[in-house]
């Protein structure tokens, strides 16, 4: 079984920030990630708050700048779902199973973001209904002439809408009357003519209509209905660690003290899920990792 110094899991703008400044420093460590790199900059419509793209840049034109800079320091992430990350205290090392190989490693970055909260009605509804749900935006990008319901409304659901309202009809369904999100992106939303948003209003129903699905909805107290193609589920999301063993859920905290653990971007920034923070978040990991490293020599 091999043994590294660091592994990282994700290979987010975190993780990819970790996995470049660890390669300037010389730190040997290996990268997992799921599916392909950039994490949720796949769903994002615009990124307009990063220093030096003052037009703004989309998600996934920012993918193809951090995939340039992961080739010229040569890092290969390995394309593997993480299916557990144990701590054997008795030996001081963390155990890694993946999809295709087991190894050990002195120090772990969890850099794995998030995953999407699960929508509670969606336990009441058939298969056939399920098959036209999803929770990542980039499965409905290249969907044309379509009706798309988006439930949720905070800054990912309207980012989202803001994706797909170019060639589609997009509608927003809102369980409360206040809109928790940014100005602009608030403004950009409700002045947009392919965007219709539903405040105060709670679906109750949802059912087979033709090739596309019926759902029903109160709003202000009166009965509602909307004819959709698909469903877009976005009412927030939660740290993305199910691949802990009940032995490092316990000890995540001692682990972190210790320096031995380290989670970065967005698994551990809560509400504060910006591209920026994420970045600065790795490049201080690697950084610490380092001086950690150092006093030990």
Known sequence: ????????????????????????YNIPFIIF??????????NANLIENYPGF???I?????????????KKYKIKPLYEKVLKADYLRNKEIF?????KREIYCEILVVASGTKPKKWEFE???????????????????????????????GEIAFDYALSLCDKNKVFILNRSKKIKVLSVLKDKVLKNKNIKYFDNSKVYKIEKKGKGLGVYFI??????????DYILVAIGREPNKGFYSENLKKLENFLISREKL?????????IFRQVGIAIGDGIETAMRIYFALLSTT
């Open 58 to 70: 989309r998600g996934t034109e920012f993918i193809k700048i951090l995939k340039k800079h992961l």
């Open 219 to 228: 709003k202000d107290n009166k009965s509602e209905k909307l004819e959709i």
């Open 1 to 24: 079984m091999q043994k590294f110094k660091v592994t990282i899991i994700g290979a987010g703008p975190s993780g990819i920030a970790t996995a470049i400044q660890l390669k300037r």
């Open 95 to 99: 155990y890694i199973k993946t999809e």
């Open 54 to 56: 003052h037009k703004g």
């Open 262 to 270: 380290f989670l970065v971007g967005d698994v551990k920034k809560g």
């Open 123 to 153: 336990d009441k509804l058939p298969d056939s209904i399920k098959k036209r749900m999803y929770y990542e935006v980039v499965n409905l990008k290249r969907i044309k002439n379509r009706k798309i319901l988006i439930i949720g409304a």
């Open 33 to 42: 990630e799921q599916k392909s790199i950039g994490g949720l900059l796949r």
